[in-house]
């Protein structure tokens, strides 16, 4: 699980060291089952090979800019979920826009029990 990802594998260095190397491990991952999660707040801050390899991506909702500003390939990704989101009337915090192969759609979900700011605030 990497939070930040694109502190840690940012696009503006696509070929330093530790973003080639991620690009293997991403290339080997599936033959060993390996699920590798990365988080970021916008896909262009993430090496392109991250995203290339991506079988599930999860949205939150955008914030207001976020469909303009995003990789071209994310800007109806985007477009769509915010329109799913628009729909709710809930907390918009504890829904998540799935898009895979076999499911696309906005799911409901609880936080972990073990969840604490202190935990994704690593860069602080």
Known sequence: ???EAGVEFGSR???ARKNKDVGKLLQVSRHKDLS????SQNSS????????H???ILLKEGSILQHKMERPEFKSLYKDANEHFDGIGDDKKSYVYVISDYFE???KFKECEWFDTKISKGYC
């Open 54 to 56: 991506c079988d599930v």
């Open 13 to 15: 260095e696509p070929m």
């Open 105 to 107: 759609g906005l799911v």
């Open 1 to 3: 699980f990497v939070d």
């Open 36 to 39: 590798l999660f990365f988080v």
């Open 45 to 52: 801050n993430i090496d392109k090979s991250i995203i290339r």
